[in-house]
C-alpha cells in the first residue's frame, strides 16, 4: 500500500472526527452565513505529484474555499426550489457513503433497505400500492424515467417496442402539456422524441393551470390519437396544479398517458390542507416527486412512481448480461432505471422519514406554506414590491413596485443589491410577460423570525435602489 494511503487508514478516526467538526462548525453558523457571494475565479489548479493526506487536504479546501461557503442549505435562500438538510437525513448520507454499497448489487441489504424506503414514501404520500419506485438523482432524471415509459407505451399503440426498433420508427408523437417545467422539455429531447413533439395547451385565465376543455378540444379533433400527458402539480413560478382529476377522467374516452410532475408540489399531500389539490393523481400512470426539494435530504436524491413497472424493464432492462441474472426474473432496480451502479440513495429518506415521520412533514410543509403567505401580505403591505400572482403554496412571486419602463432596471440593481448582502436570496423570473423574482419557501430550518428577517431585508433593500424611494414618495 500507498505510504500516504497507509498513514490515511492509520488516522482515519481523527480525519472523520476533523470532518465532523469542521462540518459541524459549518453547520452552526448557517444562521448568521451569506445566503449568496459573488465568489471569484480560482487560480488554475495542477495535480500533485505526491499526495498530501486527508487532514492536509481538509485544511487547503479551508484555505482555498472556506471563506466562499454560503448556507444555500440555510433559512433564508429562497432560490430555485432548495430544500435543506435535515439532522437524521445528513447521518443517513454520511453513512451511505462510509458504507459505500453499490445499491445495483443484490447480495447487499441494499435492495431490502430500498424497498422499504419506497413503501414509506409511498404511504407519506398516500399513494395506491399499485405505484412502484424508483429512486433517480433528481426530478429531471424522473422526468425522463417516467416519459420513457411514456413513449414506450406510445410505441406499443402504434405496433413498435420502441426499445428495440428505436424513436425512429414513432409517427406523430404528442406531448401534451401547458406549464410544462424546463426538465419535461430537456427529457423530449433526451428521449429522441423531440421538443418539437410538445403541444403548449392554453391556460385558465389568469393561471398556469392547464385549460381542461382545450385538451377536450385537441381529444376532439384528433380522434383516436394515442398521446402523451405531462401534468403540473406545482409550477414553480405560482405553484398551480393542473385539474387532475379532470384530466384523468378523459381517459375513459381517450387513451393517453397521464404523467404527473409533482417534483416539490407532491408533498401537498402530506397535509389535508393541500391534498385536494392532487386529486386524481393516485388515477396517473408516472408521477415525479423530489426528494432533495422538500424532503429536505441532501442532493441528489428523487423518486420515480409508476404503474407499469413493466414497460421500464423493457427500456432499461440490462439484457444479455448473464452476471446480471434475467431481468424479467430477478427483480432490481437496475432495470427498471437509467443507472446501474449506483450509490446507497434511499438512506438518507429512510433516516429523515423514521427520524420524523408523517407529522414532521406535515409541520414543515404547513409551516412553510403559512410563512410564504405572510411574506407575501407583508410585501405588499409595504408599497415597495406587488405580488404578481396568489401565494397559492409555498412560493411568492413578485416584482417591485415601479413604473413598468424603469423595471427591468430597478429589478437587476435590486437583485445584485441582495446578492451582495447575502441575507435572504431569491431568483429572477417572468410572470405573465412581466419580469419579477420568486422566493420558494421548502426548508425545515426556516422559522417565523426568519420570514421576518426577509421581510425587512427585501424592503430596505428596496428603499436603497436609487429612484425606488422617490417613487413611493411620489405615490
Ligand atoms: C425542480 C423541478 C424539476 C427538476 O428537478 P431537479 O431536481 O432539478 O432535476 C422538475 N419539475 C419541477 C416542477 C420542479 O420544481
Redesign the pocket.
Known sequence: MNAIFRGDLARFDELLQQTADYSADFLRRMNELPVSMDVPAFAEAHLPEKGMGGTAALELFDNRFGAFLTASAGPRYFG??TGGVTPAALAGDWLASAIDMNAADKSSLAFSLEKETLQLLRQLFSLPEAFEGVFV???????FTGLAAARQWLGLQQGINVAEQGTSALQNVKVLAAT?????VKALSMLGMGRNSLVTLPTLPGREAVDVKALEQWIADNPGTPFIYVA?????NTVDFDDIAAIAALKNKHPFWLHV?????GFAAVSPRFRHFLNGWELADSI?I?A??WLNVP??C?MMFSRHSHLQLEVFQNAGAAYLGDPAQNFNFINYAPENSRRLRALPAWFTLRAYGAEGYRDVVEQNVMQAQRLGEALERSGYFRLLAPVKMCVVCFTLNTEESKLPGHLQVFLQTLVKRGVVYVTPTVYGGVPGMRAALVNWRTTDKDTEMAIRELESAAASVAGMSAILTNN
Do not use: I, L, R
Request: zero cysteines.
Open positions: 430555485f426550489v438523482s433528481g426530478a429531471t432524471m424522473s422526468n410544462p417545467h424546463s426538465s419535461v403540473a402539480a406545482g409550477t414553480v410532475d409533482a417534483a416539490f408540489g415525479t423530489d432533495h426539494k442532493y441528489d428523487a
